[in-house]
């Protein structure tokens, strides 16, 4: 992985350090540079490669890594331009989840001439109010257009890395909502994920793990833009991967408010 890298960072003592490079490699002292292989690798390559022009458009404007947003893609809809998470009142353990956004699931008419009614929207996993903020009348909008997804997505994300302190671990994890996140650190720690940061269903590793992986892949043609699909494909089975991402909501679940700020504040 070429370019300087940031100093190594630990979020909480007995967790692993990181450090990323100018590329947006991050790099696990004494691991290297975590990737994926097989089924998420050949993902990964087939949705980069078909979207690469727009990629290297919005990191450009927004001055960070084709790899963070290869990354957040992966972890939020597995390179689905339909991708919709389920529009929901509760999840499993009765937590409200799109009504404390405050995204009210209102939706509307998407590219296909249907109505959709998502908890988030899009390549990027958006709500609705990201979307109306970012110049769309609403967010089913983004359904079946990357191009505007990554715009926004882009543009929040760059967003949060400036507030992250440049790091884009918790950057990544206040895109999956943060109630515990104070500039680039955390005051609080979560058992079970390496680097501590947590997140739904080991959003920060997978996020790691996806950047490395695009980063790593043998440069290819750039595909030509795929049809748009008349049907869209269903966000929870699209995902697959029940240990990556839990429930498939990849927006903050149970986090209210602080989900909201995430990803209304531009």
Known sequence: MAGM???????????VSYRWHEN??????????LTFSGKAAGTIAKFSNRLMPLLEKYSAENGIPVSWLVGI???ESRGND???????KTNSKG?????????????????????YSCCAYG???????????????????LLGNPEDSIRLGAK???RLVKISEGDPLVAVRRYNGCSVCVGGRLTKCTPGCIFGIGGQGGYAESFTMAVNTFLELPPGPVAP??????????????VGSPGVLGLALAIGVGIGAYWYASKRNW
Request: with cysteine; charged share 20%.
């Open 5 to 15: 890298p940031s100093p190594w960072k630990t979020q909480c003592e007995g967790y």
């Open 24 to 33: 947006g490699g991050i790099e696990v002292q004494d691991q290297g540079f």
């Open 73 to 75: 893609i992966y972890v």
């Open 82 to 88: 339909w991708a919709c998470s389920p529009c929901i």
């Open 95 to 115: 937590v409200a989840v799109c009504s404390l956004a405050p995204n009210k699931c209102g939706g509307g008419i998407a590219r296909d001439g249907k109505h």
């Open 123 to 141: 390549l990027m996993q958006l709500i609705e109010t990201n979307a109306v903020d970012g110049g769309m009348k609403n967010g089913a909008e």
């Open 156 to 158: 929040l994300f760059a």
């Open 225 to 238: 833009p795929e049809p748009p699909l008349v049907e869209p494909v269903d966000y929870e089975a699209s």
